[in-house]
């Protein structure tokens, strides 16, 4: 690890600590809890040892510290107002849980329903709060520890791909230092925890189609139920693209089809067994009509300043087809400037038009990746056009689309690498053409000199 990170990441614990005491010690030793044993990890396995290391503890100063921001500055209404939400139920569920006299309000209602949207994160905070209190900063620092360990993830999904240290150190390193995915993984929310969990999800079924292993498949499983419990939709897409990445397969051998079929098996008795298929079809039954959507997309387009598209109707097949188009585009490009309202929203421009810039380098390497990489990119591409299509039609408010698009863009930005490297290489390749020829005629030019004086 870099010296001179190793003293910045000191001096803010001790900085965590001392301005915010006793929830900054909390956040610390949680820190020091699951930091010193990922660091141990990878330095025990890594290739990369050093990078590895450093990206992880550059992406946990920004997240810890912008959390820090937010929480001292009381500003999660204009950042993440569910922060609050979250907070309220852990603490009704740790009241409950402890036989405590509790009111019937909204806070009880959700800590008391196990089948409410997104239970998951209602049982984490409520159990991180039973062991070290009611401290939101401290949560929230777990939240931003796990969306700092998705940069040295990504990485290891990148290079199962494409094997290349560029491509891997690059994805990484977007991960780690792009605004949004700083900003949702810095708060009590659960978007980084997904993204955390989508990247170990496709890492797993990317190690998993090359050979057999019983850590990858408990990484998948633990990944299917996490995700299951923060987002059930979600669970859909990435399932289908576990089995359909294990039926194409990257060859078709008698062993690596029975391997992949055993695979499937036990995800899928694994999964039965804890609740989640028989609970997923419940859930599908009762939102996946589109008619339950086009209420959920209605209410999203007109109950705030920063819906479109209030007169969409997706309550039909071809409405909903016809709705792809504008929802894509607001997907990926929204928010656009001259729709701007908000200060949260004027705050994210210069990263939209980051983005935008990066568009072309991620069609470039999107190309490339189809025309040679396509196997081995099969899960990831298959779960990411499922996605953008479900949000382009049910999502109906651009500031979802701007904190849900991180959901596609850890993996997008795989493909912004590649072709980033691509670039880069050509340049190389041109260079040293181009030092070739100077170095050819150099030779040439003292050949002639040579001649010339034996003359």
């Excluded at 496709?202 to 923060?230: D, E, H, P, W, Y």
Aim: contains cysteine; hydrophobic residues 50%; proline residues 3%.
């Amino acid at each position: 690890m870099d010296k001179r990170l190793l003293v910045i990441c000191s001096i803010f614990a001790l900085a965590l600590t001392f301005f915010s005491f006793p929830d900054g010690a909390l956040s610390v030793m949680l820190i020091l809890i699951i930091a010193i044993p990922t660091v141990a990890l990878i330095r025990k396995y890594a290739e990369e040892k050093e990078f590895l290391t450093n990206v992880f503890f550059i992406a946990l100063l920004f997240r810890i510290g912008l959390g820090t921001l937010i929480h001292v500055f009381d500003l999660r209404g204009l950042f993440g107002p569910d922060a609050i939400t979250y907070d309220g139920i852990g603490q009704r569920m740790v009241e409950i849980w402890k036989g405590l006299a509790v009111p019937s309000d909204f806070y009880t209602l959700e800590a008391q329903n196990p089948g409410s949207s997104g239970w998951g994160m209602n049982y984490l905070v409520g159990s991180i709060y039973l062991i070290f209190g009611p401290s939101i900063l401290a949560v929230q620092t777990f939240c931003g520890i796990i969306g700092a360990l998705t940069a040295p993830m990504i990485y290891y999904c990148a290079d199962n791909i494409f094997n290349n240290k560029r491509v891997s150190k690059l994805s990484a390193l977007f991960i780690a230092l792009f605004p949004s995915f700083i900003i949702w993984s810095s708060q009590l929310l659960k978007d980084g925890l997904i993204i955390f969990l989508l990247v170990c999800a496709m890492t797993a079924i990317l190690q998993l189609r090359k050979n057999f292993n019983s850590f990858n498949v408990a990484l998948l499983i633990f990944s299917l139920f996490g995700i299951f419990s923060l987002r059930f939709y979600i669970f859909y897409m990435v399932a289908t693209s576990v089995v359909g990445s294990l039926v194409m397969g990257l060859n078709t051998t008698l062993v690596s089809t029975v391997r992949n079929t055993i695979i499937i098996i036990l995800v899928g008795l694994t999964l039965t067994y804890l609740g989640v298929i028989r609970n997923a079809t419940s859930d599908f039954e009762k939102y996946g009509n589109l008619e339950r959507i086009q209420i959920s997309r209605q209410y999203l387009a007109t109950s705030a300043g920063s819906g479109f598209g209030e007169d969409v109707d997706v309550s039909t097949t071809s409405g909903a087809i016809s709705t792809i188009p504008i929802g894509l585009l607001y997907l990926f490009f929204a928010p656009f400037p001259w729709e701007v309202t908000k200060l949260s929203q004027a705050l994210v421009l210069p990263e939209t038009f980051i983005w935008w810039a990066l568009i072309p380098i991620f069609i470039s390497g999107l190309w490339y990746t189809l025309k040679n990489k396509l196997r081995g990119a099969t899960p990831i591409l298959l779960f990411s056009l499922m996605l953008s299509i479900s949000y382009a039609i049910f999502q109906g408010n651009v500031g979802m689309l701007y904190r849900q698009r991180t959901q596609l863009q850890v993996f997008l930005f795989i493909f912004i690498a590649v072709g980033w490297t691509i670039i880069r290489e050509r340049r190389e390749n041109r260079n040293i053409l181009a030092q070739a020829k100077k170095n050819q005629l150099r030779k040439k030019i003292q050949v002639q000199q040579v001649k010339y004086n034996h003359r």
